[in-house]
C-alpha cells in the first residue's frame, strides 16, 4: 500500500507518498494528481490510498523546515535513482543550510568533472525535493536556475535559508 497525502504550506500545496519502508515522492502543487498515480504505478506497480500513517512524520518535519523550525528533513526514504543520481542527491544533501553549490562544483564532487547537465537532470528527476535540496543548486555565474517547483518556489525557499 502506498499511502497520500496532500497539505497546505507557505509555498503552496505538496503532496507526499509513501510506504511503510519510507517516503518515496515529494511533489509541488503544479504536478497533477493524475502524474503522481502514472508515478506511483511505473515505480511501484500498484495504486495509492489517503492516509497519514506514513506520511506523518515527513508531513511535520517539512511544515517545521518551511517554518524556520528546523534546517534539514531527517526521515526514511526509498531511493528509486540511478546509482549516478543517487551520488549527486546524496552529495546535495551535505550543501549547509543557507548555502548553495553550482551544477558544476556538485559534479566536481561526485567524481564527474565535465557532467554538469546531468546534474541538472537529476536535479529535474529529484523525486524527493526538500529532502534533497537541489533548490540549493544554482549556475556558476549566480543565476538560480530552473526548479521543479518553479522559479518562485526556489527563490523563497533561497531567502528563506538566508
Known sequence: MIEFVRFKTPIGFL???AIK?????????NESLEKILQWSRKKIGI????????TYHAKGQILDYLSRKRKSLV???VHFNSPFRMRVLEAERKIPY?????????????????????????NAANPLPLYFPCHRIIHSDG???????????????????K
Open 143 to 161: 543565476r538560480i536556475g530552473r526548479f521543479g517547483g518553479g522559479e518562485k518556489i526556489k527563490k523563497f525557499l533561497l531567502e528563506l535559508e
Open 15 to 17: 503532496s507526499i507518498l
Open 75 to 77: 526521515f526514511s526514504i
Open 21 to 29: 519502508d519510507g517516503v518515496l515522492k515529494i511533489s509541488f502543487s
Open 47 to 54: 495504486d495509492i490510498v489517503k492516509g497519514n500513517e506514513f
Open 98 to 122: 543557507g548555502e548553495t553549490r553550482s551544477y558544476g562544483q556538485i559534479a566536481n564532487l561526485v567524481g564527474s568533472t565535465n557532467a554538469y547537465r546531468a546534474v541538472g537532470s537529476a
